[in-house]
C-alpha cells in the first residue's frame, strides 16, 4: 500500500472521529493510534499490500443496516436512493423478522384510502390517540413526525404494489385507520405483514448490485466505536456467520433489530426490566431477544421505558398444547371486526376495543381458566358470526380454522358447557349486545348477533406478551442518543421496535408498522446524509495543500 493510500485512509478515519483540528495533542495522538489500529485491523482482515479496491471499499463507506423486518428494508431501500452504498444485514436465513408475522395492519391518517372510502380522519386525532394511548410518556416530537408522515408512509407502501384499501377499527383509535389488504379475489389469504415485508424484500432485490448487499445467516455482534472529544463515534459492526467466522464492516450503521419481546436468553432483559411478565407466553418469533439494545446499551447509548412490555390480550390457546409458550397471535382485527369477548359465565366483560393494556387487565381479572387443564393460563372465548368473519376476511381466517384456533360452535349448549356457563346466560348475552348503550362504553359495533339462528364461530385466547415499548432513544433524525449527555452518537441511527418513545407506555395497534416505514425511511435518509457529509469533509482534507 503506497503513503499516499494510507494517509488518505488516516485522513478519512479521523474525519469520521470528528477531527478536523490537526493540533496535536496527548488526546490526539491517542485518537490517531486508535485509528492507526482500526486501520491495520481492516487492512489485514479485508485488503492486499496495494490493492486501491480496498481503498475504495472504506471510501465508499457503505451503510450497515441491521436487521431486516420493515424497519430495515425501508431504511435500506431510502438508504440506497439518497444515492448510498448499503449492506442489509440479517442473523436469520431469511429476511422479514417479526414484521413478517403482523397480521392487523398499518395506521394512517388521511390517508387516500381513507378520503376514497369517505372516513373523516386527521393528523391532529391520529396525533391525540398515540399520545393518550401512551399514558404521558411518548416522545412528542416523534409523534409529530409519525402522525404527519403516516399518510405518505401508507402512499410509499402501495407504491411497492400493496393495495391497503381495507380499513378496520383498532382499540384505542376514535376513527377507522388501521390499513390491510382487501379479500383476495382467488381466495387466497393475504396476511398484510407478510405481503408489505415481500414487496420491499423483492424491490431490494432487485436493487442487489455493486451498491446494494443482503447479508443474511450474519450476525452482528458489537458496534464497533471511538471516542471523538464529548462524543462517542460508532465507526462499524463486528459480524460473525453461521461457521463463526468473524468480520469487521466499517461504515455508518442503522440498528434495526426489533425488541425483546422472546429475550429467554441468560442476559434477558425482560428478566432485567419486567421479570413479573417475563414467563407469559409471547407472539414473537425467537429472534427477538433485543441484541441491538443490547449492543446499544455496550457503547453508551439511552435506553428508554424498558419496564413497558405490550401484552397482546388475544393470543390464540392451542387445544392441543395450551401452555405453549409460543402463541399464534388472534389479531385486533378479529376485534376490530365485531367480535366480542365472554367469561366462564357467559358474559362479556370489558369494551372488546379498549387499550390493549386494559383488555389484558380485564381478562386476568375475570379468573376464566380452561377446565381440566393443569397451570391453565387465564383465557376468554371470542365468539364471531358470519358476518364479522367476511369483515375480517374469510381468506385470512381460514388459516386459522384450518389451525382449528377459530373452531365452528355446534350449538350454544355446546358452548355453554364447554366455557362452564348457563346457556341461557349465553343467548341473552348475544340478544343484548348493540341493543342499548354499550355497558363497557364500546362506541363501535359494527355487527350484532341473532342468538337463534347466527352461525358461529368461537376461539379461545390468552394474554400474551407482543412487543417491547423500551428501547434505544433517538432524536427526529433517529440517531441513537448517548446516555447522559443528551449528545447523538455519531454514525449511528435506529428505527423500528428497536427503538423507544414513540409509544410511550402503551402502542395503539397498528402504530408498529407505521413506525417501521416512518423512521426507517429517516434513518436510511439521515445515515446517508451522515456519511456524503463526512466523506466530503475527508474529501476536502485530502485535497492537495500548498
Ligand atoms: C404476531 C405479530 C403480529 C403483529 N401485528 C402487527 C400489526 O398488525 N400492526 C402493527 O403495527 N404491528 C404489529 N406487530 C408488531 C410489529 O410487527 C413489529 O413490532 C414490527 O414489525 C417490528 O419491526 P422491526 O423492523 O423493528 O423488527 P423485526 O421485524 O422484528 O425485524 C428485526 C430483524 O432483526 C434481526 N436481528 C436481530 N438481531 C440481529 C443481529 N444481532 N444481527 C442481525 N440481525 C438481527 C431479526 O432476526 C429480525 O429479522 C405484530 C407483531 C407480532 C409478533
Given amino acids: 500500500m503506497t503513503n499516499t493510500i494510507f494517509v488518505r485512509q488516516l485522513k478519512t478515519m479521523l474525519t469520521w472521529l470528528g477531527i478536523r483540528n490537526f493540533t496535536i495533542g496527548k488526546r490526539q495522538i491517542f485518537q490517531i493510534l486508535l485509528s492507526l489500529v482500526v486501520i491495520m485491523t481492516v487492512n489485514a482482515s479485508r485488503c492486499d499490500a496495494d490493492d486501491e479496491s480496498c481503498v475504495q471499499e472504506i471510501t465508499d463507506r457503505p451503510i450497515i443496516v441491521v436487521g431486516s423486518g420493515l424497519a430495515g428494508l425501508s431504511a435500506s431501500i431510502e438508504a440506497y436512493n ?10 436469520e436465513p ?9 397480521t392487523s395492519g398499518i395506521n394512517g391518517a388521511a390517508s387516500k384510502y381513507q378520503k376514497n372510502a369517505e372516513i373523516d380522519d386527521s393528523v391532529g386525532t391520529f396525533k391525540k390517540d398515540t399520545l393518550s394511548s401512551g399514558d404521558g410518556l411518548c416522545v412528542e416530537s416523534l409523534v409529530d413526525l409519525l402522525a404527519n408522515n403516516s399518510a405518505s408512509a401508507i402512499d410509499w407502501v402501495s407504491s411497492f404494489g400493496v393495495e391497503l384499501s381495507n380499513i378496520v377499527f383498532m382499540g384505542g383509535h376514535s376513527q377507522q385507520r388501521t390499513h390491510r389488504e382487501p379479500a383476495r379475489p382467488d381466495g387466497k389469504p393475504s396476511p398484510v405483514g407478510f405481503n408489505i415485508v415481500s414487496a420491499l424484500r423483492k424491490h431490494a432485490e432487485s436493487l442487489v448490485g455493486d451498491k446494494f448487499a443482503i447479508k443474511t445467516g450474519t450476525k452482528v455482534e458489537r458496534v464497533i466505536t471511538t471516542k471523538a472529544g464529548e462524543d462517542i463515534v460508532a465507526s462499524g459492526v463486528q459480524v460473525s456467520d453461521s461457521d463463526g467466522n468473524r468480520e469487521e464492516l466499517i461504515g455508518t450503521i442503522v440498528l434495526a433489530t426489533g425488541g425483546y419481546g422472546n429475550d429467554h436468553t441468560d442476559s434477558s432483559l425482560l428478566q432485567e426490566f419486567k421479570p413479573e411478565v417475563a414467563n407469559l407466553p409471547t407472539t414473537n418469533g425467537p429472534f427477538a431477544t433485543g441484541e441491538g439494545v443490547k449492543m446499544g446499551r455496550a457503547i453508551g447509548a439511552q435506553l428508554m421505558h424498558m419496564d413497558k412490555v405490550q401484552i397482546h390480550p388475544t393470543g390464540f390457546i392451542e387445544v392441543t ?11 385486533e382485527a378479529l376485534r376490530g371486526s365485531g367480535g366480542i369477548l365472554l367469561n366462564s359465565e357467559g358474559k362479556r366483560f370489558t369494551n372488546e376495543l379498549g387499550r390493549r393494556d386494559d383488555v389484558t387487565a380485564a381478562i386476568f381479572a375475570q379468573k376464566t381458566t380452561l377446565k381440566g387443564v393443569d397451570n391453565s393460563p387465564s383465557v376468554a372465548y371470542m365468539l364471531l358470526n358470519e358476518d364479522m368473519c367476511d369483515k375480517f376476511g374469510q381468506p385470512n381466517l381460514g388459516f386459522y380454522k384450518f389451525k382449528k384456533l377459530v373452531r365452528p360452535v355446534e350449538s350454544l349448549k355446546d358452548l355453554a358447557e364447554e366455557m362452564g356457563a348457563d346457556v341461557e346466560t349465553l343467548k341473552e348475552t348475544l340478544s343484548n349486545y348493540g341493543k342499548d348503550a354499550d355497558p363497557f362504553g364500546k362506541k363501535v359495533i359494527p355487527y350484532t348477533f341473532n342468538a337463534d339462528s347466527d352461525k358461529l364461530w368461537v376461539a379461545v385466547i390468552t394474554p400474551a406478551i407482543h412487543y417491547t415499548m423500551g428501547g434505544l432513544s433517538i432524536n427526529t433524525q433517529a440517531n441513537i442518543m448517548a446516555d447522559g449527555s443528551n449528545r447523538p452518537i455519531k454514525g449511528l441511527y435506529g428505527a423500528g421496535e428497536v427503538t423507544a418513545g414513540v409509544h410511550g407506555g402503551n402502542r395503539l395497534g397498528g402504530n408498529s408498522l407505521l413506525e417501521c416505514v416512518v423512521f426507517g425511511r429517516i434513518a436510511g435518509k439521515s445515515a446517508a446524509t451522515y456519511t456524503q457529509d463526512t466523506l466530503a469533509s475527508a474529501r476536502e482534507l485530502d485535497e492537495p495543500t500548498e
Avoid: T
Fill in 94 to 102: 431469511r429476511v422479514g423478522g417479526n414484521s413478517a408475522k403482523a
Fill in 82 to 91: 439518497a444515492g448510498a452504498n448499503v449492506v442489509l444485514v440479517e442473523k
Fill in 321 to 331: 398444547d395450551p401452555n405453549s409458550a409460543s402463541k399464534f397471535l388472534a389479531p
